[in-house]
């Protein structure tokens, strides 16, 4: 089965003969669907022209029946097709780059020997210096064990690499942050735990990824636990934040408070409890978790140990069933689940100007062209509707918050206060339905919540820099 994307563009190299003509070509890729969208000439010959097309498509079979029609063409040669997406990933997205030329040998022996055997000894007779004088004041280890890949799964820890590079490219870009993907050869938690404090002395920060459920809680609370230095795992409380971010502003365009919200959860996994505590949090009392067992309840026993928490902390009404039973008269939907979850007749039950935030990612868990002529707001995960909840918006942000006051943890309030720097990003006359979220382009974002998450930092005693201002805001590059 071909892989379903949002599009995706192929550059096809054709040698096209004299007999031919361009308009063959064109006729070809238009009879099979294709969009071409640039063109170029490679090289001029006597009995024809080499010219690169590049081609968008809707995903891998509309590519192939493409190169299909090309192919059966008389007088036209496919030499080589090439998706623009490889071609980004070509020999990996990043690399590393030296701050200081090495031109001489004076320049030499300042950046390594004899002279940086100096500041060794600085560090080795004040340990905290190496904030100062490495790159450990400014660099993040993205660590995953392939295990949860975006909506990929369990692919290992090469497969998950380029996903771990482009983590490391947005950290960069977008909040200032050095980063490198750290991709472990083992499930271990245990040794997941041992191997990450063993590298913590080169990194300020880390950021875990793509671990599944419920080993995720496990690794992160005791790496919490163990090392002096922020560790995050970006798919639990990047979602929250962000998804909190959202509700703030929904709420202030319907009117509603957050003590007063019956909010309901499909996919109680490592963001939907995350997402649940954050809004417990922020103050919602009553939230009621469904999976495919049905409503979470108390008094049941769970494989999963997160789910008896789960459990003993939600559903205060004592429902029971499933996601029709959930769902009467609730204020929020929050989908963290699969395609298909949410129907109309479950939005007919719900309050009045209901919020619902579909985030199941390619596909939410309803279609919003079915759900927009019954919802108030709408958010999903997706970039091709307003509203979109992305995690971009909260990691470089918070990171960059969290390095510049030198924190030893990432805490509760840190989080609640990302959240409340993000949705304030949005002028309130701009406020309304279709603008809930700020774009992830927007350069105010990162700075808002690196300043917001420093002052949190050092008001809940995790920070050991003097003061919130010693370390300037980052300067996003977009």
């Known amino acids: 089965m071909a892989i379903q994307t949002n599009g995706l563009s192929l550059i096809v190299r054709l040698k096209i003969g004299n007999n031919a003509g361009f308009s063959e070509v064109t006729r070809a890729i238009g009879e099979a669907g294709g969009d071409i969208i640039a063109v170029d000439i490679i090289h001029v010959g006597k009995d024809g022209v080499i010219r690169d097309i590049t081609v968008n498509v809707h995903n891998e079979d509309h ?20 998706d623009r997406t490889f071609l980004v990933h070509l020999g990996g997205k990043i690399e590393v780059h030296g701050k200081t030329p090495v031109k001489n040998r004076d320049d ?72 490198f993907p750290i991709c472990l050869d083992t499930k271990d938690p245990d040794e997941i735990v041992r191997i990450v404090k063993a590298i913590a002395p080169g990194f300020g920060g880390i950021n875990l990824e793509d671990i ?38 929904a709420i202030e365009i319907v009117g509603k408070k957050m003590s007063d919200l019956h909010v309901v959860v499909t996919g109680i996994g ?49 429902r029971t069933g499933g996601l029709a039973q959930a769902i009467q008269g609730a204020d929020v939907f929050i989908g963290l689940s699969g395609p298909g ?34 919802v108030r707001i709408l958010a999903t995960g997706r970039s091709d509707y307003p509203n979109q909840i992305n995690n971009v918006l909260c990691f470089p942000g918070i990171f960059a918050g969290a390095l510049r006051a030198r924190a030893r943890d990432i805490n509760e309030e840190m989080k609640l206060a990302a959240a409340k720097a993000i949705a304030q990003c949005i002028p309130r006359d701009q406020l309304n339905e279709q603008y809930v979220i700020p774009s992830v382009f927007n350069a105010d974002v990162v700075k808002a919540v690196s300043k917001a998450v420093a002052e949190a930092a050092y008001a809940t005693g995790v920070a050991r820099r003097e003061s919130p201002h010693a370390f300037p805001a980052p300067s996003a590059s977009l």
């Open 63 to 82: 590519r192939e029946e493409v190169v299909r029609s090309l192919e059966k063409r008389h007088g036209i040669e496919v030499i080589n097709v090439s």
């Open 270 to 318: 490592a963001a939907g409890i995350a997402s649940t505590k954050i809004l417990q949090a922020a103050g919602v009392t009553n939230i009621v978790g469904v999976d495919r067992q049905g409503i979470i309840e108390a008094g049941k026993t769970y494989e999963n140990p997160m789910w008896d928490w789960y459990a003993k902390h939600s559903n205060p009404e004592g």
């Open 341 to 374: 979850v949410l129907k109309v007749e479950h939005l007919k039950t719900m309050n009045r100007d209901p919020i619902v935030f579909a985030m199941a990612n390619p596909t939410p868990e309803i279609a919003p062209e079915e759900a927009e002529p019954y």
């Open 108 to 179: 030499l022996s300042r950046v390594y020997t004899p002279g940086v055997a100096r500041v060794c000894e600085a560090i080795h007779e004040d340990p905290a210096k190496a904030f100062q004088l490495t790159i450990k004041r400014n660099t993040v280890a993205v660590v995953t064990d392939g295990t949860a890949v975006l909506g990929l799964g369990d692919i290992g820890p090469a497969a998950a690499m380029p996903v771990m590079e482009g983590k490391a490219m947005l950290f960069k870009q977008f909040g200032g942050v050095d980063a």
């Open 212 to 249: 599944s459920s419920p080993r995720c809680f496990e690794i992160e609370e005791r790496l919490r636990k163990e090392l002096d230095i922020p560790v995050f795992h970006d798919d639990q409380h990047g979602t929250a934040v962000v998804l909190l971010a959202g509700i703030l502003n």
